[in-house]
């Protein structure tokens, strides 16, 4: 069989870097302009697009279960409204600071975000609140202690839940169209964990999803039990081994430390998740540690319907 002679191959790759240097601009100037332009018009005020992941089957096993589709934003067994209802912040945290571990994705580190007093009135009012844990996998809601072995308490809007509400939205801006969900504390007792997964699910062009996370903790009475992210590089620096598992092998590992909160955003400018999301509360081999989820979820306005004249 005869091979190509270099000249020939020498002009198939003419072609193509040709074709390539034609098809960069239509792509930039044509394509993406009309791409843009068929986005959801309050996806594309905030300069999103309506991208789905690929792999949302397998995104997130969340908390909670929530179906965007069907979502309302007067459901308030889902999201706490903003009523205006004045809270009262009694234990206030007072000067929290925040560490910056990374640009892309945002990821901070928050010492002192929740005061002792609120953390210990919060574990008070939870006790008499704990079901199991579920996972959702997009259809259905189980108990799945191989994935998720914990127990979380629904918590009432008292004047420290409202607080702590103002809190979140106060530290994003009071953002648009971003609402923060009912808060769930999450009880892990020995042995207790949840295997690794996302909090969003790529479900931003069906109606909504969680824009960024607050991993609160209210008691850390306990060994083990880190939140674990294997996608993200641990910063250099031994200052960060007061908050980091610095014998981490894998990524990096969050110590569970009362009052201090990890933030994260888990989508990005183009409405895609960030896949160095990706974490896990590794198993607590003694005692018991309380977690807080504060979600933001950002759902866009409904366009409204046009009547014919």
Known sequence: MASSS????????????TWLLYFVPVYIF????????????????????????????????????YTPSTLHLTDDSFISPDDGVPAHCPGEADGYRVHLLSRTPLILYIENFVSEQEADHLMTM?????????????????????????????????????????????????RPHLYIERMWAQRYNASGHYRHHYDWT????????????????LGADCEGGGTHFPRLNRPEGEKWCRFLDCDEAVGLTFKPIKGNAIFWENLGPDGMGYY?????????????KVGLNIWSWYQPPRPKKRTRV
Request: net charge negative; glycine share 8%.
């Open 6 to 17: 270099p000249s020939s191959t020498t002009s198939r790759l003419s072609t193509l870097i």
């Open 30 to 65: 044509v394509l993406d302009p009309l791409a843009r332009s068929w986005a959801p018009e309050s996806l594309r005020e905030l300069g999103w697009s309506a991208g789905l992941d690929p792999d949302a089957h397998d995104l997130a096993e969340s908390d909670g279960g």
């Open 126 to 174: 939870s006790l008499d609140k704990y079901t199991p844990s579920i996972v959702y996998d997009g259809v259905t809601e189980r108990v799945d202690p191989t994935k998720r072995l914990s127990d979380r308490a629904l918590l009432d809007r008292d004047d420290t839940v409202r607080c702590l509400e103002e809190r979140a939205r106060a530290f994003q801006g009071w």
């Open 202 to 217: 790529g479900s931003l062009a069906r109606g909504g999803d969680r824009l960024s996370t607050f991993m609160v903790y």
């Open 276 to 288: 160095e999301t990706w974490h896990a509360a590794y198993p607590v081999t003694s005692g018991t």
